[in-house]
Nanobody
């Protein structure tokens, strides 16, 4: 089994910062991309940031980083605004041992609320 476990969400005031973490564990052979999506109430899930060994994509004021040795991805969020309030989901493209194709996995989500 393979799983993604997120941590670091919570309540923060506007202008504040949070760092989300997501650790992949289990029968992992290789990880290609790791990233973060978010979904606000009534809205579609959207890509926030992603990172591979070749580079990264980031939308807005956030910073994504990855510890390849720990199979962990981080999302640093600064200058948070109320519109950043959403459930943030970790996403990874991985192969288990004996997999012939890349498979997509999702974490359970972590709530980020930006409010005074």
């Amino acid at each position: 089994q393979v799983q993604l476990v997120e941590s670091g969400g919570g309540l923060v005031q506007p202008g504040g910062s949070l760092r989300l973490s997501c650790a992949a564990s289990g029968n992992i052979f290789s990880i290609n991309a790791m990233g973060w999506y978010r979904q606000a109430p009534g809205k579609q899930r959207e890509l926030v940031a992603s990172i591979t060994s070749s580079g990264d994509f980031v939308k807005g004021r956030f910073t994504i980083s990855r510890d390849f040795a720990k199979n962990t991805v981080y999302l640093r969020m600064d200058s948070l605004k109320p519109e950043d309030t959403a459930v943030y989901y970790c996403n990874a493209e991985m192969k288990r041992y004996y997999d012939s194709t890349w498979e997509e996995y999702w974490g359970q989500g972590t709530q980020v609320t930006v409010s005074s």
